[in-house]
């Protein structure tokens, strides 16, 4: 009835509501993802503090592509998971096949949003697999992962080049270098949504 | 009792076969994708041939990270036609969302395959949706094909592509530039798979 | 003198100011980019105007991404237009080479930079050529834009992805849905820069 | 005079041969290469020899895509080193700025050739800088290797997915999984070039 009276149209707060609450059942905190930045990020930046590494994750998991990105793997992650994929992809996704590379894509389409200087922080952590990447990865639980795994590390990887962009203002601001208002907001306690950005 | 005694194993030709069983199931034939390359390149190339078409069609699907895109695609695509994904990805995919964008990122890993050179063939296709794209595109039948109808222009993006390389070769023959045995194959009735390929 | 006082730090606001400087010097001027925009997204938005056309195009260029391969593309074409490459890399690009595809990439990091729903918008100015584009072809003139002509529609691309977010924002706002007052902006008249954006 | 008379065609073994010049005028042995490649991918791979690694890399080096992503990077290199680039773009490549980004843009459109599956091994070796990483890295020297060190983690990576590929061909032989005779082949001593390559 409800669907008859209402055509299809896009609710933006409803798929970032989901983001949240997905990545909350599949057992992720943001700050487990805050720590893989705080892990990437602190020999750079000394000063730099989990509330922001916080805030850059929230600002990232704001984008419109990452929420995308993020339903997108998960729900596949929840099918293999009860089995519910055709026969050859239920397998691949299921024992996070190496040559399969959809999960890499999906990902790289997170780190992407805040440019290229993203990609060797994603590699990393998905290499080397710390914290939260580590429990992901654990194949004798029974969950899959296959996906949410490399989304997390992307969504770090992200988050650190967002703080990059912004740590390199309030340089340049130290510095006397021209700048407006805008960019001398500290990187942490920048409460307004930016381009594309919806609020949490 | 098979499954208890055979841990998982890739099977390259399993996910081949179910590639070439799913295109044909959700209704797109090898000759539809070759219409869209002649489209794309006939005036490149006067002399082109259906035959060319459709084998430089097949070479493409032959690949593996091609085949995982198609899969994946088309499973998302029929599980939204039966309504089994979480609500607001459900929406998304059903009604084709035009910032989803997901879609169009599998798309890409398609086009990829054979160099940044068809990004411009795919985008192109994708905005016309000449031929099959058209029928695909068709919302009144009630089957969803949001992933299907980018990932078909893909491959015949991709497709073309691969004739632009093999053309050169044969050109740089012609013109007694030095060469290899091995390049100087036509573009057509090329019959051994080659790099990641693995024969239809 | 100067130098050896004054280590190296990235200035923004120059890169910015470079960024204007050599599109300007190159020939093409904001107004024809926004000219792009109205063509791809005025059947959508039937009461678009030049003025948000524009505005969009000034908040893409904006952004650091942009700039940075907006000067490397710009910065090779004039290399090659004063034969300054070394010879294969030089026949390449000032003959437009169809094989070379180093210039869609850079195109393709602009247009990533509002995701991956501007692709198809890419690849269809591209190939149709219009407007500025079609100029910026013209090979009799002795002016060598390999890439600047894709990075002008990559822009245009950009820009049409980013009216594409700000308008389902005002839809949502009409609708009304929840939202935030950021949100609830005019696609044109939002002089903050954004995420990422330098002023210009 | 000979330009006159020879309107210009892309020569692919001029483009390979430079490929192969400038990266040994640039101090890189494909030997180097091959230790990362034999670096990343000896846990998986205990057999792994030597000559398959640097088979492997002779083999992402015939790739069209390849050579011209490693001479455009090369040159810019070799401009930068000169000073002979417009102001705020010598100034980043010169000093390797770490929000400059196009040089990732370049190395990443290396690992694509062989799939998504390569983006976590070009991110490790990039951030952990082994072998001739860390020497392109010292910027000590005068050079100016800004692209270069991220093209030789990406070829390296580039190698590290293709063999991955081929293992897998010869498990599944192994297994006696249906396959083709081309398929067979061993992962090393395959000298025929394949798809899109041009031989050494």
Known sequence: MADAKMPYSLNSKAVADATYAWLHKRGVTLLEIAELVMLLQQKYYPGLTMDECVHNVEMVLSKREVQNAVL??????????????FPPLQDMIENDEGLYGVDEILAFSI????GSIGFTNYGYVDKLKPGVLER????????????????????????????AHRKQAEREKDYGLPHTPEDSEPAANKTAPQDGEQPE
């Open 72 to 85: 997108t793997g998960i729900q596949l992650d929840i099918l293999a998971e009860e089995g519910k994929l």
């Open 111 to 114: 780190v992407n949003v805040y």
């Open 136 to 163: 992901l990865n654990d194949k004798s639980t029974g969950q899959v992962h296959t996906y949410l795994d490399d989304i997390v590390g992307a969504v770090a990887a992200a988050a650190s080049s967002r703080i």
